[in-house]
Structure formats: C-alpha cells, structure tokens
C-alpha cells in the first residue's frame, strides 16, 4: 500500500497462547493446552487462526490415520456417536504397476510399520471439524476465514504474537471502500501450524536460521479426487498403494486408493517434487494413472466429486529444522513430520501439538513468556514422533539416489533392519540437492505427449479446479510474488521451457504470446495453495503468501 504510514493503528487482543492453523496439529495443542489448565485449575487462554472459511475448508490429505495420537488426546473417542472414524482397514495392498499389468506385493514382505491394521480410512477435514468442536467446547476462540500474515516481534526480536492481513485492499494496492485494518493477536508464545511450506514458518526458518543444522527440506505434491463408484465395486476399508506406472523408474511417487463409507472412493497421486524432467506434469501424470487397466474399473460408471491438491514435506527426521525460537515453535507439517513410506502424517502433526502444548504450559506456569521454549526442541526426537521418523529416513534418499527398483527394494531392507535391530546399514543419508535445483535444462530431456482427457476418468485442470470450490476476492493483491520478471523469461521460460504451466495442478500459470513476446501470466484466482510453485521453480522467483481471509479452495470433505 502506497501510504503505508497513513494506516490506521491495527486493535489488538492478547492471550496466553496464539496458533496458526486449526489443523491436527494447532487443534492437538489447543486441546491439551485447555486439558492441562483444567488439570490444574487455572486458565490458559487459547486462539486458533485459519485461513480457511471454515475449519477443514483447506485441509487435504490420503488419509489413513494412525490413531496413536487421537487415543491420547480423546480417551474414549471409540465410544461416541459422532465421531469421524468410521472406517476400519480391513485390507491392505501394495501393486507395482506395469504399463499393462500389476504385481501384487507380499504382504508378509512388507515392514511392520507399513501394516495399517488398527489404522482408519479418514476425511482428514472431517477429524479437523471434530477436534475443532471439541476446542471450542473447552473454550479454544476458533477464527476462521482469518489468514495470519504477519509475525509480530519486539525489540529484542522475539516473537510476540501475528497479525491477520488487512481486508479490502485492491489489486492495485490501495484500500477499497471495504477496507478494514487487520488484527493483532498478542501472546506469551506463538505455534505456527499452517502446514507444509506455510508463509510464516518460512519467514521464521530464514530469520532463526532453524534450518543451519538441518539437511535441505524435500516435498512432493500430492493430487487428490473422492469419487462416488458402483455400490458392486466398493470395498469398505480397502487400501491399496502403487508405484512404477506410469512414472519411470527415475521419478519418485505413487499412488492411494481408499475405500471409505457411502460407496466412495478417495483416489490421489504423488509425485516426488525433486522430478529431473521440466515437461512432466504431475496433474498428467495421475490423469494418466487413473487409466490402468487395474484401476479403471473402480472408477467406470462412479462420478467424480472433488478434487484438490497439496504439497507434502518429504524431508523426514534428518531435513526437520529446529523446531523452537524466540517466542514460540514451529508444529506438525510446519516442521516436517511426515513418514514418507507410510504417506502418513496426521498422528506426528497431532503428537507434535500435545508436546508443544505441554511444554508451554510449564513455561506459562513458571512465568515466562517470549523465551523460546527449547524443552520442545530436547523432546521431539526421543518421542515417539522421532522414534517413527528414525525407522524410515533412509528411504526417501535411497529412492531418489538409486531410482524406484533398487532404491525401494533396499528402503524396505532399511526399514527391516531398524524394526528387528534398532540400526541402519547406511547411517543417515543426506538428500543432496533441494528440489529446485533438481529441474533439468529443458535441452537436456524428452517433451512428454499426455493423452487429452476423455471426461469420464480423465479430466483437465480447469474443470477439476471447479470441484476444488476454490475462489479469491478478484480484486485483490495478487498472493503470487514474482521477483523478477526478467529471469522468469529468460531462465523458467528460455532454459527450462515453462514448467510452472505444468507443476502448478490447478493453472495457475501460462505463458501467453502478446504483440509477438511472451508474457508470464498468474490465474491466482485458480490457486488451490498447494504450494509447490514456492517449491519447484528453478530459481525460487515465485513466493507463495497469504490472499486475503477466506480465500482458496473450500473442500467439504477432503
């Protein structure tokens, strides 16, 4: 905003604790902060921002939860009526797929931990939804549709809190009629739970310097559709992962397949974001999956009811940075505790949540405030989110280092050894490059040609954004920061032949002939917030920021 001094003085609110985010995690806190309280009979007042319109509206995920952190949490939760965990595994199956045939897997072969009995096929939205009834019952202030923008500091650099972005500002900067001065939301100590490659935990990593002692951080996008499908076709509780097809043997990722209750199928793809080849497109890649003659027929005669995509924090133990800092800590896929193999991260998120949230009531008790609460830092790790990283570190490096066959094969030896023996053959491996700088020049790769979609099992980007329900305030500030237009020409365009028009699973971006030059062209209303443009592009020019409150998609369900 060009008057930036004439802004009116944003209010303020304080509280004991301030949380970013109402997904597994930020709500795991909020509950155990409100728990402990109560334990002792005092008070420690919570409020819980999201950027969605509701609770659960941006929340996207497999999901097979892992009920280890629920059971905690809510005690008894097996016995309500209402709760979301209505699907108990009751088959597992793992498939390579060929580009006309599938092997089926052992599953007596497979690593303990890959065996989801015990686990629950889940709408992750849905267990948010939950949880936030149950904050909000022991007094957790929820304000969604409010996007926290800011951190906030004070003089000795501590962070004292965030504010909410101002509301009513044109896409040319200045406040529109609408225009309302955003919120400052004031607390002993700040938990930034935004998710995967969240806005303000990057800002955090950077000015800490968390990330010094860490291995780079490594992701992937995870695409997702639910689909209604033949009543004869449903097998409630079925699980079933893939990899090879119609990825080659270099390209990391895979696929799910779960069913859930009411004949539906959820159904997602990922692609490992450290890809070589700038022409694949992982949107193409799973329109193609969907076509297998081992999954097509789940899907023949269903309809397709959502859609959506997310970025996924691949990293694991070695690539967390460290989690505490002045003021606050950095929770669930904020700091990267997903277990890559078991593309499970929900049960870390909300472990991660309950220890931070414990560790903050000790301090809130002794009477700190705005130190940084490093005893969450001690902790992680000898937890049991640190114990469930450990078993599996090794095998996102050896997938990406030794490609698919032999990587996966000797992954699954890893993780055998760390299950019988408490040890690994190969120490920790480090990843090596970040996933931007392992894009290829476009000279150096073979143009992929992606069959056009036939509009009963494959579809385009622009109708599956429809079902996303995804929409932004048109006039507004474009959330898509572009550095530098020159080097986006020259080099994402010139060198690596455009791959933000096919990285991006909702497109977002397009380069446009005008007056005989090429102009790079951002749809942000499109954008789904997955993420993977502040990840992938080969030169990090494209910055990912918070729209306006409320703004991005809206899944009911996801």
């Given at each position: 905003?060009?008057a930036?001094?004439e802004?009116?003085?944003?209010?303020?609110?304080?509280?004991?604790?301030?949380?970013?985010?109402?997904?597994?995690?930020?709500?795991?806190?909020?509950?155990?902060?409100?728990?402990?309280?109560?334990?002792?009979?005092?008070?420690?007042?919570?409020?819980?921002?999201?950027?969605?319109?509701?609770?659960?509206?941006?929340?996207?995920?497999?999901?097979?939860v892992?009920p280890?952190?629920?059971?905690?949490?809510?005690?008894?939760?097996?016995?309500?009526?209402?709760?979301?965990?209505?699907?108990?595994?009751?088959?597992?199956?793992?498939?390579?797929?060929?580009?006309?045939a599938?092997?089926?897997?052992?599953?007596?072969?497979?690593?303990?931990?890959?065996?989801?009995?015990?686990?629950?096929?889940?709408?992750?939205?849905?267990?948010?939804?939950w949880?936030?009834?149950?904050?909000?019952?022991?007094?957790?202030?929820?304000?969604?549709?409010?996007?926290?923008?800011?951190?906030?500091?004070?003089?000795?650099?501590?962070?004292?809190?965030?504010?909410?972005?101002?509301?009513?500002?044109?896409?040319?900067?200045?406040?529109?009629?609408?225009?309302?001065?955003?919120?400052?939301?004031?607390?002993?100590?700040?938990?930034?739970?935004?998710?995967?490659?969240?806005?303000?935990a990057k800002?955090?990593?950077a000015?800490?310097?968390?990330?010094?002692?860490?291995?780079?951080?490594?992701?992937?996008?995870?695409?997702?559709?639910?689909?209604?499908?033949?009543?004869?076709?449903?097998?409630?509780?079925?699980?079933?992962?893939?990899?090879?097809?119609?990825?080659?043997?270099?390209?990391?990722?895979?696929?799910?397949?779960?069913?859930?209750?009411?004949?539906?199928?959820?159904?997602?793809?990922?692609?490992?974001?450290?890809?070589?080849?700038?022409?694949?497109?992982?949107?193409?890649?799973?329109?193609?999956?969907?076509?297998?003659?081992?999954?097509?027929?789940?899907?023949?005669g269903?309809?397709?009811?959502?859609?959506?995509?997310?970025?996924?924090?691949?990293?694991?133990?070695?690539s967390?940075?460290?989690?505490?800092?002045?003021?606050?800590?950095?929770?669930?896929?904020?700091?990267?505790?997903?277990?890559?193999?078991?593309?499970?991260?929900?049960?870390?998120?909300?472990?991660?949540?309950?220890?931070?949230?414990e560790?903050?009531?000790?301090?809130?008790?002794?009477?700190?405030?705005?130190?940084?609460?490093i005893?969450?830092?001690?902790?992680?790790?000898?937890?049991?989110?640190?114990?469930?990283?450990?078993?599996?570190?090794?095998?996102?490096?050896?997938?990406s280092?030794?490609?698919?066959?032999?990587?996966?094969?000797?992954?699954?030896?890893?993780?055998?050894?760390?299950?019988?023996?408490?040890?690994?053959?190969?120490?920790?491996?480090?990843?090596?490059?970040?996933?931007?700088?392992?894009?290829?020049?476009?000279?150096?790769?073979?143009?992929?040609?992606?069959?056009?979609?036939?509009?009963?099992?494959?579809?385009?980007?622009?109708?599956?954004?429809?079902?996303?329900?995804?929409?932004?305030?048109?006039?507004?500030?474009?959330?898509?920061?572009?550095?530098?237009?020159?080097?986006?020409?020259?080099s994402e365009l010139?060198?690596?032949?455009?791959?933000?028009?096919?990285?991006?699973?909702?497109?977002?971006y397009?380069?446009?002939?005008?007056?005989?030059?090429?102009?790079?062209?951002?749809?942000a209303?499109?954008c789904?917030?997955?993420?993977?443009?502040?990840?992938?592009?080969?030169?990090?020019?494209?910055?990912?920021?918070?729209?306006?409150?409320?703004?991005?998609?809206?899944?009911?369900?996801?």
């Amino acid at each position: 905003m060009s008057a930036a001094a004439e802004l009116p003085e944003r209010e303020s609110m304080e509280f004991d604790v301030v949380i970013v985010g109402a997904g597994p995690a930020g709500l795991a806190a909020a509950i155990r902060l409100k728990e402990i309280a109560a334990e002792k009979g005092e008070d420690i007042s919570v409020v819980v921002l999201e950027k969605g319109s509701e609770v659960g509206a941006h929340i996207l995920s497999g999901a097979v939860v892992d009920p280890i952190a629920v059971d905690r949490l809510v005690p008894g939760w097996r016995e309500e009526a209402d709760h979301p965990f209505k699907t108990p595994v009751t088959e597992d199956q793992f498939l390579v797929l060929t580009p006309g045939a599938s092997i089926r897997l052992p599953n007596f072969a497979m690593p303990k931990l890959m065996n989801n009995h015990g686990n629950y096929v889940v709408s992750l939205g849905n267990v948010c939804r939950w949880l936030a009834a149950k904050a909000e019952a022991l007094g957790v202030e929820i304000y969604p549709g409010f996007a926290a923008s800011e951190i906030l500091y004070d003089d000795a650099g501590a962070v004292i809190g965030v504010a909410t972005g101002d509301m009513g500002v044109g896409r040319d900067g200045e406040p529109k009629d609408s225009f309302t001065r955003g919120m400052a939301l004031l607390a002993k100590y700040t938990l930034i739970g935004e998710g995967v490659r969240g806005s303000l935990a990057k800002q955090l990593i950077a000015r800490y310097q968390l990330d010094k002692d860490a291995d780079v951080p490594k992701f992937g996008i995870g695409i997702k559709e639910l689909w209604q499908v033949d009543p004869a076709k449903h097998k409630p509780g079925l699980v079933q992962h893939s990899f090879g097809w119609p990825l080659d043997l270099k390209t990391g990722g895979g696929s799910f397949l779960y069913h859930i209750e009411d004949n539906q199928v959820v159904v997602g793809f990922v692609v490992h974001l450290n890809y070589e080849n700038p022409y694949l497109s992982p949107f193409e890649e799973f329109q193609r999956f969907k076509t297998h003659p081992k999954i097509r027929g789940v899907f023949e005669g269903g309809k397709r009811i959502a859609y959506g995509a997310r970025a996924i924090t691949e990293g694991g133990f070695q690539s967390v940075p460290k989690v505490s800092f002045p003021g606050g800590a950095l929770i669930g896929c904020s700091a990267g505790f997903l277990n890559v193999p078991r593309i499970k991260g929900s049960h870390n998120a909300m472990l991660s949540g309950m220890l931070a949230a414990e560790k903050i009531a000790e301090a809130i008790a002794a009477g700190r405030a705005h130190d940084e609460p490093i005893e969450f830092e001690r902790a992680w790790r000898g937890s049991d989110i640190g114990k469930d990283l450990k078993k599996v570190r090794n095998v996102k490096p050896l997938w990406s280092k030794l490609g698919t066959i032999l990587g996966v094969s000797l992954g699954g030896l890893d993780m055998w050894t760390n299950e019988l023996f408490g040890f690994s053959l190969f120490g920790t491996l480090k990843h090596g490059k970040t996933d931007a700088a392992s894009l290829k020049p476009a000279a150096e790769c073979t143009p992929i040609v992606y069959p056009k979609p036939d509009g009963k099992i494959s579809f385009d980007r622009l109708s599956s954004v429809f079902l996303s329900n995804t929409n932004h305030e048109e006039d507004q500030p474009i959330h898509l920061k572009l550095a530098d237009p020159a080097l986006q020409k020259s080099s994402e365009l010139g060198t690596f032949a455009g791959p933000s028009t096919r990285y991006c699973p909702a497109g977002v971006y397009e380069w446009m002939e005008k007056d005989g030059d090429m102009t790079f062209v951002i749809n942000a209303q499109n954008c789904v917030h997955c993420k993977t443009c502040d990840i992938k592009d080969p030169n990090g020019n494209i910055t990912w920021t918070t729209p306006e409150g409320a703004g991005g998609p809206n899944y009911p369900n996801m």
